[in-house]
């Protein structure tokens, strides 16, 4: 079993910053790419950024220059660094994972925090 653990979210000003973090735990062989992504609502879920096992980065147009995802290997943890907040911010941010769970396979599995709330207020 594999468990992945948000925390960070929270309420910040227009202008403030949060920075989550993604725990991932369990029976974990390998992890490839991790990423973000939120769901504001009546809205679809959108991708915020990846990074994968080589730290490449992927940011999605509307949060470039303000947002940095990085991961801590030894950790399995990914994070989230959110700056210059704006109330279009304003989401359920998921992490996301995908993970190899047995050396035997080479089949990685998509793995889903809870989801952390995080808004901001203009």
């Known amino acids: 079993q594999v468990q992945l653990v948000e925390s960070g979210g929270g309420l910040v000003q227009a202008g403030g910053s949060l920075r989550l973090s993604c725990a991932a735990s369990?029976?974990?062989?390998?992890?490839?790419?991790m990423g973000w992504y939120r769901q504001a609502p009546g809205q679809q879920s959108e991708l915020v950024a990846t990074v994968t096992s080589g730290d490449s980065t992927n940011y999605a147009d509307s949060v470039k220059g303000r947002f940095t995802i990085s991961r801590d290997n030894a950790k399995n943890t990914v994070y989230l660094e959110m700056n210059s907040l704006k109330p279009d911010d304003t989401a359920v941010y998921y992490c996301?994972?995908?993970?190899?769970?047995?050396?035997?396979?080479?089949?990685?599995?998509?793995?889903w925090g809870q989801g952390t709330q995080v808004t901001v207020s203009s």
């Open positions: 369990g029976s974990i062989f390998s992890i490839n790419a």
């Open positions: 996301n994972a995908r993970i190899r769970i047995s050396r035997a396979s080479t089949f990685a599995g998509s793995y």
